[in-house]
């Protein structure tokens, strides 16, 4: 089964609302959680990497207040869209891996099947 | 700037023909490498990785890959290519130097087979 379950898979909503994405480690703690953007037929850009009990960073030219990333537990990563518009209508994926350690023998880094988000 | 780039957008090719995918990238030191592959609307599988060691890699589905240093490339390849190949192929990288599994994607290739 996956190791990193990413919901839900696809969400229609309506302008203004605002819409939670839950990215979760099945089966190890994620100390590091990452959130990437596609649009259609573009490559995937990170938006923000997320650490248990800090806050996110964000990368250059991303929203903090449109885009609230939470990672309240060493499983769970939450992405909000506040306020969604049209133009947040994307592919939002996130990854999970485990911090320290060699990285040569670390292999733990795993995609979620990401979400599809439609603003109407 | 650090960045990894896929020279081609889009490459057709006859079911049974080889492939290869180019990924060239531009770090300070190697960065560790990765090829991943997505069908439409779905996420990432992995393909295969390169950390260190042998630089021919073997990964899932036949496919390979060989880590070049003197070219910075990390090409990807295929002996005979399938139907079920076509899709989206993303090389990306992690930096030695930056928070371990923060990836960075080239463009992407899209795979067109045809009969």
């Known amino acids: 089964g996956a190791v990193v379950s990413q919901h839900p898979s696809r969400v229609i909503c309506k302008s203004g609302t605002s819409v939670k994405i839950e990215c979760r480690s099945l089966?190890?703690?994620?100390?590091?959680m990452f959130w990437y953007r596609q649009f259609p037929k573009q490559s995937l850009m990170l938006m923000a990497t997320?650490?248990?009990?800090?806050?996110?960073?964000?990368e250059q030219g991303v929203e903090k207040d449109k885009f609230l990333i939470n990672h309240a537990s060493l499983t769970l990563s939450t992405l909000t869209v506040t306020s969604a518009h049209p133009e947040d209508s994307s592919f939002y994926i996130c990854?999970?891996?485990?911090?320290?350690?060699?990285?040569?023998?670390?292999?733990?880094?795993?995609f979620g099947s990401g979400t599809q988000l439609s603003v109407l | 700037a650090q960045s990894v780039t896929q020279p081609d957008i889009h490459i057709t090719v006859s079911e049974g023909a080889s492939l290869e995918l180019r990924c060239n990238y531009s770090?300070?030191?190697?960065?560790?490498l990765f090829w991943y592959v997505q069908s439409p609307g779905q996420g990432l599988q992995l393909l295969l990785k390169?950390?260190?060691?042998?630089?021919l890699v073997q990964g899932i589905k036949g496919f390979e890959a060989e880590f070049k240093r003197s070219q910075s490339s990390f090409n990807l390849r295929k002996p005979s290519v399938h139907w079920s190949d076509a899709a989206e192929y993303f090389c990306?990288?992690?930096?030695?130097?930056?928070?371990?599994?923060?990836?960075?994607f080239g463009a992407g290739t899209q795979v067109v087979v045809t009969p």
């Open positions: 990854s999970a891996t485990v911090t320290g350690g060699e990285r040569a023998t670390n292999e733990k880094l795993f």
């Open positions: 089966d190890f703690q994620a100390t590091t």
């Open positions: 997320s650490n248990e009990g800090s806050k996110a960073t964000y």
């Open positions: 770090y300070g030191a190697t960065p560790y």
């Open positions: 390169y950390f260190s060691g042998d630089t």
């Open positions: 990306a990288v992690d930096s030695p130097t930056d928070s371990w599994g923060k990836l960075q």
